[in-house]
Structure formats: structure tokens, C-alpha cells
């Protein structure tokens, strides 16, 4: 198996969505292939597959939690020293909701962050092919082609415009 | 061309704009040295104020830190609201936003000078217990209205954590932001450091990042923007009751944080030699809700005024005096007058607001202001000794303590603090973000419609 990688400059962009295309009419679905850049286009610019992540789900997580430990910290140590005054309750609930929105707060802070950790690194978590000069402004395609298919994947991105390939073993 | 002169700025190529983003942050100018020496200055000059103070004064008594807390406040509603301005221009989807946006997020780094500020402030603060406090705390031999038994800690424990959620927070919105651009300037020097390739799913996660840690940066700001009023001047002060003023100080962060985005910006233009990519445009629309939020802040203030004003109940009284009319009004004037009815004469006519200039004197104005009205409030409640902070109400309204050479010390070296750290970071990062800008630039076109030239902005979401 090899991994390549299809370079295209950036006032060539077009042609890059023509290699998916193109990727596409030679059997890759746009599951099989990943496309790089310097900065974010438009969704689906490049006709890639509609990118799906969890993101959403860890700040909800960590509010979650967040505002678990609050209510059992605030509610435990209340209960740990139960002194009625004026014959008011032992749960003081505005007292118990200021530390519970901080606890809510810190709990989501801490889990969004490292869900764009998380996501932003997984589920591909080897380096992969890469070139500098992406962050130059070229736009890559990168794809995993049997051995057998490497020059047809090679003649492929040559044909639709890229400036250069780029070849790993 | 438009009847009156104005032209859309002339498109620039990407490749065009990171070459030069790219080329300036390879050199370090002199005027940036100069400014990082004269910050740095300041900077221990506060550190030593701050060492003079606490080995003349001691913890004990509240009165000689008035300034230093005020000052927390201060950067609390100008630096570290600055992002604000930018989160909710991002979640509008507004597109001018885009040259603006990094020098906004670094502002959010000022929590950590807010932070090394408010750890020392904490012990000056007397435990929520016994006190009139939104803990309710209660020994239960006091007689005092306390309603509960103790949460441990409060208030000096909940703020804090509170305040290193905030730093967290700012932390994370920092470093995400500038992960694409670290990448690129790490290539341009050979390093490819991290896992960071540009994939579709990274660009997404890192947009959609941004906005929630925006979004929740935003509300603990605004959260401890209002802990910090309430448990650090309100609670301090007997008879002081007033359910708009943590609103009111949600409304000057908003306010102080934008005039800091529009004076920074100019700077950044006129002396960063920026004038390619911050346009008049780009003051031209942040005048607009700075001019809202100099009418809010009248609103706002005007509610919590009012209430002492027209009721002016024997409790009352002396509290009114403390914060407007007595010990600390040439404070309350000057914030009055450099919170609204400057800046909005100012930025009342459309001529001076579109322009470069005209908001930043506007900003400068608030910014004044912000200072002034913070002094009033903290060093105002400060001066209350804590013997009488349990009463009912303030019998003897406390003399003004008007700030020594080491309360200036400290004042500037912590405002000093926060910008060296926008500043240094700006070396590290560029000042402009490369990938919304190129985002931005790409999506941006001039064409010519019949006899004038118009900007066309594709808008994919």
C-alpha cells in the first residue's frame, strides 16, 4: 500500500475539485480520500464527504459533570453540618445555584477543550502524508492506493492539474 | 465612486497577504522593542509597588488596596471583554470582524494578569459567614440573617474557581485559534510540529471549537464580572442592595471591551502600518454598537441610581454618598461624562463615526472612563473598615483615599501586564489571523456596478 498525496496550487483550485471528481469516476468514493488545505473553505467546495464530528456532545458532558460535583459538594457538606436557622431549610438552593453554575462552567471549559483535542486528532491518529506547502496556500489530496495503482492514481492527479505528487511507501 | 468619495478597498490575494504577514513576523521592529521595554518597565514598576505596599501595609487592613482591586475590575471590563466584541460577531457570522479577531482573543490572556492580581485581593475579602453575602452564611450564633449551614470556602474559593475557569477558558480559546497559524509559521521556519495537517475535519472542529469556547467564555466572563462586583464591592458596602449593578457592570465589559478593540486597532493600523487590511470600515461599524452601549450604560447606570435617588431611604443615604455624591464624585463625574455624554456626542454624527479617528477618540474617552468608574466603586467600598461591614447600615460615610505613588505603580503595571502579554504573544502568533483572513479574503471580490465599484461578499453559511 502507498499514500499519496496530490498538490494543487491555490489560484488551481478548481482543478483539485476536478481530481475528486474524478477520484470518484475511478472507483474512490469520497470516504477513501481526504482533502487538505491552509485555510477552511466552503463545506463541500471540493466535493469531500460531509464531515461528521462530536464535538457538541463534550461541552454538555463536561456541564453535565460539572454541575454534578457542584450539587454534591454544596449539598455534602451542608448535610455534613446541618444547622437550622430561623427554621429554614439545611439546602440553601441561590447559595448551592452560584456554585453550581461555576462548577457547570469549569466542567464545560475543560471538556470542550479537550474535545478539540480529541477530535480534531482522532480517529486518524498517524501523521499521514503531509507537505509544507500546504499551509503555503496549495491544496492537497490524500488518498491510500494499492501498489499496483499508484501510477494510475499518479497520471490521475497529473491530468486534472496538480502541480506535484507526492508518493509514500 | 460614491458621491461622497467612499470606494470598497481593493481586493488583496491571499498568497499577497501571507507573504506579508509572514515576512513581518520574521522582524522585530524597533518601535515593537521600545513598546515591550516601556510595558516591561511598567510591568515591575507594579511589581514593586505591589512589594512596597503589602511590606508597608500588611493584609490586614482593606483600605491601602482600593486601587489594586479596582484595577482588577478595570481589566476585567476592558481587556478581557475585548474578545466579547469578537465572539459575537463570529456567532452573527459578520464577516469585518476577521482582521480584528486575533488581536481580540489575545486580550483574553489579560485574565491571567486578573488572576496573579485577585489571589492576593482574596485574603483582604472576610469569609461569607455572619456577613450579608449571596452565600446566605450563617454560624448560627450571631443572630445574623444567615439561613444555612456553611458552604466552606465562600466567597474567596467560588470565585476563584471561577476566575481559573475564565483563564481556562481564555487559554483554550487561544490556543485553538492560533493552532493553524503556529503550523504554518512552524513550517516556514522547517518545523512541523503536532498533529496538525488542514484535513476537512480538523478546519471544522477548530471553527466549531472556536465558537463554544467563545460562547462559554462569554458567559463566565459575564459571570465573574458579576461575582466580582458583588462579592468584592457590594457585599462590602452595609445598606448597598441593588439587583442592576452586576448588569450595569456586564454592560461597561461590553462596552470597555469593544472602545479596546477600536483603540488597539487604530494603533495597530497606524503604527503596525496595517492599513491594507483594517479599514475605516472596520471602525466605521464597531462605532455603531459602541454608540449603543454608551445609551446602555446610561440605562443601566440611570436603574441602579434611581433606586437610591428617588427612594433615598435613611439606609440609603450615606451609600449614595459613598458611591456618587460624596468622598469619591469627582470619580463618578468623570465616569459619567467619559462613559456617555462624551463618547456619545462624539459618536452621535455619521461623519465622525465613519471614520478612523473618530471612534478611537470616542473609545478613548470610555476607556477613561471605565478607569474612573472603577475607582469609584472599588476604592469607594474598599474605604468601608470591616468593623461596620456587618451593620445594617453605613452610619459614617469614609473619607476619600485618593491613590499614592504605589497605587499608581500598581494600577499601571497591572494594565501594562496585559498588554506586554498581547504584545509578546503577537511575536509568537501573528497579529492577524492568517486562515480567517485568507478565508475572508478569498470569499471577497470588487466589481465594477455602473458608475462605482461595489464589494461582493459570498456568504456560504
Redesign the interface.
Known amino acids: 500500500m502507498a499514500q499519496m498525496l496530490g498538490l494543487f496550487k491555490?489560484?488551481e483550485a478548481e482543478a483539485a475539485a476536478n481530481a475528486t471528481e474524478a477520484l470518484e469516476r475511478a472507483g474512490y468514493s469520497n470516504e477513501h480520500f481526504?482533502?487538505?488545505?491552509?485555510?477552511?473553505?466552503?463545506?463541500g467546495a471540493?466535493g469531500?464527504r460531509e464531515?461528521k464530528?462530536k464535538?457538541?456532545v463534550f461541552?454538555f458532558m463536561g456541564a453535565l459533570l460539572g454541575l454534578s460535583v457542584a450539587l454534591l459538594l454544596?449539598s455534602a457538606?451542608?448535610m455534613a453540618?446541618?444547622?437550622i436557622?430561623?427554621g429554614?431549610?439545611?439546602?440553601?438552593m441561590?447559595?448551592?445555584t452560584?456554585?453550581a453554575?461555576?462548577?457547570t462552567?469549569?466542567g464545560?471549559?475543560?471538556f470542550?477543550?479537550m474535545?478539540?483535542f480529541f477530535?480534531?486528532?482522532l480517529p486518524?491518529p498517524s501523521?499521514?502524508i503531509?507537505d509544507?506547502r500546504?499551509?503555503?496556500?496549495y491544496i492537497?489530496i490524500t488518498l491510500t492506493v494499492s501498489d499496483d495503482r499508484v501510477n494510475a492514481v499518479d497520471q490521475l492527479f497529473r491530468r486534472a492539474g496538480a502541480a506535484d505528487v507526492v508518493i509514500q511507501r | 465612486m460614491h458621491s461622497n468619495g467612499h470606494r470598497p478597498a481593493p481586493a488583496v490575494a491571499v498568497s499577497e497577504f501571507t507573504e506579508d504577514i509572514v515576512g513581518r513576523q520574521a522582524i522585530t521592529g524597533p518601535r515593537y522593542r521600545r513598546a515591550m521595554v516601556i510595558l516591561g518597565g511598567l510591568f515591575v514598576l507594579g511589581v514593586i509597588g505591589f512589594i512596597v505596599r503589602a511590606v508597608t501595609d500588611g493584609f490586614d487592613d482593606r483600605l491601602p488596596w482600593g486601587y489594586l482591586a479596582a484595577t482588577a475590575g478595570y481589566l476585567l471590563t476592558t481587556a478581557c471583554a475585548a474578545p466579547l466584541a469578537i465572539i459575537g460577531l463570529r456567532a452573527i457570522k459578520a464577516h469585518w470582524r476577521r482582521p480584528l479577531a486575533r488581536l481580540a482573543e489575545l486580550y483574553s490572556l489579560g485574565t491571567v494578569v486578573v488572576l496573579a492580581i485577585f489571589v492576593p485581593l482574596m485574603f483582604l475579602i472576610p469569609s461569607a459567614v455572619d456577613r450579608r453575602t449571596m452565600y446566605f452564611q450563617s454560624s448560627g450564633t450571631s443572630g445574623l440573617p444567615g439561613t444555612l449551614g456553611r458552604i466552606p470556602g465562600a466567597p474567596q474559593a467560588y470565585d476563584l474557581a471561577l476566575l481559573i475557569a475564565l483563564v481556562v477558558a481564555a487559554i483554550g480559546l487561544v490556543w485553538a485559534s492560533t493552532r493553524p497559524d503556529r503550523v504554518l509559521l512552524g513550517n516556514r521556519r522547517g518545523v512541523h510540529r503536532g498533529r496538525w495537517w488542514g484535513s476537512i475535519k480538523q478546519w471544522r472542529v477548530t471553527t466549531v471549537g472556536i465558537g463554544l469556547i467563545g460562547a462559554i467564555y462569554f458567559v463566565t466572563l459575564i459571570g465573574f464580572n458579576s461575582m466580582y462586583s458583588l462579592d468584592f464591592a457590594m457585599a462590602l458596602v452595609p445598606g448597598w442592595k441593588d439587583a442592576i449593578f452586576p448588569a450595569f457592570q456586564g454592560i461597561t465589559a461590553l462596552q470597555g471591551g469593544l472602545a479596546t478593540v477600536i483603540v488597539s486597532m487604530y494603533v495597530l493600523r497606524r503604527f503596525g502600518k496595517m492599513e491594507r487590511y483594517i479599514h475605516m470600515e472596520h471602525f466605521w461599524a464597531a462605532s455603531k454598537p459602541l454608540l449603543a452601549f454608551c445609551l446602555l450604560w446610561f440605562y443601566f447606570g440611570w436603574s441602579t441610581f434611581i433606586i437610591l435617588w428617588y427612594g433615598r431611604m435613611p439606609v440609603e443615604q450615606n451609600v449614595m454618598q459613598l458611591l456618587y455624591f460624596g468622598p469619591y464624585s469627582v470619580f463618578f463625574y468623570g465616569a459619567f461624562l467619559l462613559c456617555f455624554v462624551a463618547p456619545f456626542l462624539t459618536l452621535l454624527w455619521n461623519s465622525v463615526r465613519k471614520s478612523c479617528l473618530g471612534p478611537t477618540v470616542a473609545a478613548t474617552f470610555i476607556l477613561i472612563g471605565n478607569l474612573s468608574d472603577k475607582i469609584r466603586l472599588y476604592a469607594g467600598s474598599w474605604s468601608v473598615p470591616n468593623e461596620v461591614i456587618t451593620d445594617h447600615a453605613l452610619e459614617v460615610v469614609p473619607a476619600a483615599r485618593y491613590p499614592d505613588a504605589f497605587d499608581i505603580m500598581m494600577m499601571a503595571g497591572g494594565i501594562a501586564g496585559a498588554i506586554f502579554i498581547v504584545l509578546w504573544m503577537a511575536r509568537r502568533v501573528s497579529i492577524i489571523s492568517i486562515w480567517e483572513m485568507s478565508e475572508g479574503l478569498r470569499l471577497r471580490v470588487v466589481r465594477p456596478f455602473l458608475r462605482t465599484h461595489v464589494s461582493v461578499l459570498g456568504k456560504p453559511e
Open positions: 491555490e489560484e481526504e482533502v487538505l488545505t491552509g485555510s477552511p473553505y466552503p463545506e471540493f469531500e464531515v464530528h464535538l457538541y461541552p454544596t457538606t451542608q453540618y446541618p444547622l436557622v430561623g429554614k431549610p439545611i439546602l440553601s441561590p447559595a448551592m452560584i456554585i453554575y461555576e462548577g462552567m469549569l464545560a471549559i475543560l470542550t477543550v474535545g478539540i477530535e480534531s486528532r486518524n501523521p499521514g503531509y509544507p500546504i499551509t503555503a496556500g492537497g
